[in-house]
């Protein structure tokens, strides 16, 4: 019996590892669609590797050049559309959502809509349309797998567990590359300094949103949809070595907590073979050799990201796709050197004073005030250049 | 809907807790037979309180006494024929275990013939005739939930988890109060020294076996039989904060731990109420006051006591109840100072080389090893004054 995989975002650090990880029982998987959005170099490598039995490219210009090139003779699939069609075909069983940003949200849905089990590495799906999400998975009785190692450290502290009994989710955060750094210096943080991450090896946006902890905000809003707790059960702990993944404690006082070695492979190997550890020879973690794990209280006053996170839940309603349209716009400024990294809470503060909020808002709402937010945001960054 | 409870040891401090806790939830609990050694007194003082049905007292002469003065009117049983005769019966439906040393076998194989759920805090019952409770256990389908935070830990963490996916348990030691004292000056450790240990208040026995990691190996040997591991795959680490109570490394290499302030009051409370966490008031675990949590290998050599626990598991039969009985009375000896903390292993050692194993004992056996390596290591406690 083989089970049927997507892929949404396949040449990505995700992607490229879930297929790591599906190699291990090789046997085991059909892999459907492959999805990127312009690397078809790399594409065409795991075509080789893999034989899907289609893909999707999301750029229109890659997705002609490949078309023109290519010997591939699945279905080929062109541009958000196609993706979204990749998504949504009926013979996936597990998709994993591995794409970045609100581009995330559209696929994700065609998947539920499918009734196929989600493994979700885009964490921009939840933050901005998580209420239409989880309603979607609701109704179609579909699990929601997060792939990152947080969540998947408290699924797993919540096997075999009452929900009810939940006291507090405590988040641990690694405090990024800028923990130590004194606040004074913050003006003067260049690219160079924020793309390196102590423990984690990741793609370019999310290694900003670290750098500012606006990833741990977005994991705050994250777990409440997950995990359907209020935000006020939710904190966030700093934890340097990114050792205990999270923590769930419960209401007699006992604390559950997961940990392991910095790599995704073992979340992702997790979601994608849950509830069961496969068995997988990555290297173990060593306490004794570590000798020491520390703990201390984040700080809201260095990392207005996070508070913004905060901020962004209480206000309800679109607010928190607006922090997240505001910050992969001001994020992309930063990448591009034209603003400084202290300028990106400056931006999404602006955004999420400035722009209407709607209570309940529909997909398509979001989808407006995810524009909205996208151009108030460059003309913020513009101001600042 | 009221559950029905025997405490055995009800005056020790686990007793005393586990009272506390019935405490919390009064209405749920009904108190069936109570059973003490010769703290008569205290004995007083908890039927005024929690009205037991009846009470037995092991010693003779207290339970003579006790009878002559109390105007108790329930049931009141004598010797160790009576906390049998407590432990088994039949409208039990759990029986707290918290006798100390060989002595809880009896009474505990008796609560287990009634079907009654064991809430197990005397560790040197499974660690003499783990292979008999056990078996016991399974033939009447009985739950044996063990009591001291680790194994509380180790059982929290494979809740809604598949055994066979367990690739190591990792149990946590403080590594008590001489783990930075040089090997050198082991053999002046007076009593006093070893009765201070840094972060749990208990009964002088297992505070002794607590200094010499003995408790540790006992646990080890109780791990195996509790959660059906073989020795291999069971790893001592030492972690002097006592806050990390045991952890479960799976075949995909994610870890799994439990954590909390250490207060025996938690693992009471889940035994009690299992597999539920019910709401608790006491002081929760701060990490970010706390700071750090630190790990380190045991040192064998200065801790001969935790490796003889282990080559007791791999010489199997009655080498665990030989272990344990000559450790008995090595510790008795070592309280009335008439030997040295460093002889405990030596005894130990001296029982464990020259008693002959038997390798399937029955209980009968078990009991006449355990008399003749009392008297064997009284013997050489002698030689050693």
């Known amino acids: 019996m083989t089970t049927t995989i997507s892929i949404l975002g396949s040449t990505g650090s995700i992607g490229c590892q879930t297929l790591e990880i599906l190699d291990l029982t090789r046997d085991e998987w059909e892999i459907n669609f492959l999805t990127v959005n312009t690397k078809i170099a790399e594409l065409e490598q795991q075509i080789k590797k893999y034989h899907p039995r289609g893909v999707a490219i999301s750029d229109t210009k890659c997705y002609l050049e490949f078309k023109r090139t290519t010997s591939f003779t699945g279905e080929i699939l062109c541009g958000e559309e196609g993706v979204c069609a990749a998504a949504g075909d009926s013979r996936n069983v597990i998709v994993m959502s591995a794409l970045v940003g609100f581009s995330g949200v559209m696929p994700t849905l065609a998947a539920i809509e499918t009734g196929a089990t989600i493994a979700l590495a885009n964490k921009e799906t939840l933050v901005s349309a998580g209420d239409i999400i989880t309603k979607a998975a609701q109704v179609k009785n579909v699990k929601i797998l997060a792939v990152d190692s947080e969540h998947s450290a408290i699924l797993q ?124 020879q990555f290297p173990r973690l060593d306490l004794a050799a570590i000798g020491q794990l520390t703990f201390s209280p984040p700080d809201y006053e260095k990392f207005p990201c996070l508070q913004l996170a905060f901020d962004a839940v209480s ?57 909205v937010t996208r151009s108030t945001a460059r003309q913020e960054c513009l101001k600042l250049r």
């Open 157 to 280: 502290c919540l096997i075999g567990e009452s929900s009810n009994e939940i006291e507090k989710i405590i988040l641990t955060a690694s405090g990024g590359p800028f923990r130590e750094l004194p606040k004074e210096e913050f003006e003067s943080i260049s690219l160079a300094q924020a793309l390196r991450h102590p423990n984690w090896s990741m793609g370019n946006k999310i290694t900003i949103d670290s750098a500012t902890m606006m990833n741990k905000g977005f994991e705050v809003i994250e777990a409440k949809w997950l995990f359907n707790v209020p935000i006020e059960k939710i904190e966030v702990l700093v934890h340097p070595q990114s050792i205990i993944h999270s923590m769930v404690q419960f209401q007699d006082g006992s604390i559950k907590a997961q940990l392991g070695t910095p790599d995704m492979r073992v979340p992702i190997g997790y979601a994608l073979h849950f509830p069961h550890h496969k068995p997988m």
């Open 315 to 371: 206000m309800g309603g679109a607010s928190p796709a607006i922090l997240n349209a505001a910050n992969e716009i001001a994020v992309q400024a930063f990448l591009k050197e034209e603003i400084r990294f202290i300028d990106i809470p400056v931006i999404i503060h602006k955004c999420m004073d400035t722009i209407q909020n709607v209570s309940h808002p529909t997909l398509s709402e979001l989808t407006t005030i995810d524009e």
